[in-house]
């Protein structure tokens, strides 16, 4: 009898879109890395209360929550993983906009500037 094959364990509850997963892929391959993952973080901070970070990471803390996305490795630590449940990561790069983007569900309102969240 075998056993019953695992499926997403750990899952960071996050989507990357794949236009996200694109750029973060060709920012690393632009580094040279394969090293790095990309890290979303909440930390205290900001107008209203909470600031996302979204940063390449070479560490692995203890409790990270992994999934692989198109080949990019996106991790949440697990003090942020409620905040981020559902929460959608994206890229624009628009005349308007150009950067990466967050829509979280959790957010109960934000900043007048839209730099952090409640």
Known sequence: MTAPEKTAEKSTGVELTSAAAGKAAGLLAQEGRDDLALRIAVQPGGCAG???QLFFDDRTLD??????????RLVVDKMSAPYLTGAKIDFSDT???????IDNPNAGGSCACGDSFS
């Not at 409790?63 to 080949?71: A, N, Q, S």
């Open 95 to 101: 005349i308007e906009s150009q950067g990466f983007t």
């Open 63 to 72: 409790g990270d929550l992994i999934d692989d996305v198109e080949g990019v």
């Open 50 to 52: 909470l600031r996302y």
